[in-house]
């Protein structure tokens, strides 16, 4: 069975620049996530979504941060203008939907983003 | 407000060594679930367990064991006769049911010398 893609494994960008990365979660899993890294830290959610609907996008900085997942498979994150306190890993995850078995999330390797 | 603390930032022991990674966590709901995942350095987690707020009995697989005590809030993680395959950031977790969002801690990183 094939994991969670994410492309692109790396990217470096300056600050005011806009960004995008894509993922592509397990097959059947209606429920995706995005999560954010920072060097040293534990993941923190962005958004998440139940097919193409967000369910929990409390965290995302809406200011400059934007997510779509317009057909309920795949998704894109935009950042737009970056900051350099962006400077993160950028993880992809999906799940069986919400209302089964708390089921665990599968994550992708990730996106590195350097903000220069 | 949920909270997972791993005290622990870095532990270093030798292979065949026996090592304990700790968690402890905040909620107040009565019904959650704590979820342990590795992130080797390729970079993508890997799930490694995930126990329900109403089972408390100790689960073992392989060399690796958990230790859950609600009455402490703790959810340990220890690994035995380590490797340095083991080598790698340990995150545990915690989420309510019905929502699969995620709150880790900021993880332990376990390093492993032959």
């Known amino acids: 069975e094939a994991g969670v893609a994410q492309s692109p494994r790396y990217k470096i960008i300056e600050k005011r620049q806009s960004v995008a990365f894509w993922c592509n979660p397990i097959?059947?899993?209606?429920?995706l996530y995005w999560y954010q890294q920072i060097l040293g830290q534990g993941p923190k959610l962005l958004i998440q979504f139940q097919n193409n609907g967000v369910v929990d996008d409390s965290q995302l900085p809406k200011d400059r941060f934007s997510a779509e997942r317009l057909k309920g498979v795949d998704s894109t994150l935009k950042i737009q203008p970056a900051k350099l306190e962006d400077s993160a890993v950028y993880l992809c995850a999906s799940s069986l939907p919400l209302g089964r078995l708390n089921t665990e999330a599968f994550f992708g390797q990730g996106t590195r983003l350097t903000v220069v | 407000a949920q909270k997972v603390t791993q005290a622990q930032t870095e532990i270093s022991v030798v292979e065949k060594e026996d090592v304990t990674l700790d968690c402890v966590y905040e909620?107040?709901?009565?019904?959650?679930?704590l979820f342990w995942y590795k992130q080797p350095p390729s970079g993508e987690l890997v799930f490694l367990i995930r126990r329900n707020s109403f089972d408390e009995q100790n689960e073992i697989s392989g060399r690796y064991s958990w230790n859950f005590q609600k009455s402490t809030s703790s959810f340990n993680f220890t690994i035995t006769a380590s490797q340095v395959v083991d080598s790698a950031v340990y995150f545990c977790?915690?989420?309510?049911?019905?929502?699969?969002?995620?709150?880790f801690g900021t993880g332990t990183r376990l390093l492993v010398s032959p």
């Open positions: 097959s059947g899993h209606a429920t």
């Open positions: 909620t107040r709901d009565t019904t959650y679930y």
């Open positions: 977790a915690l989420s309510m049911t019905g929502f699969q969002k995620l709150v």
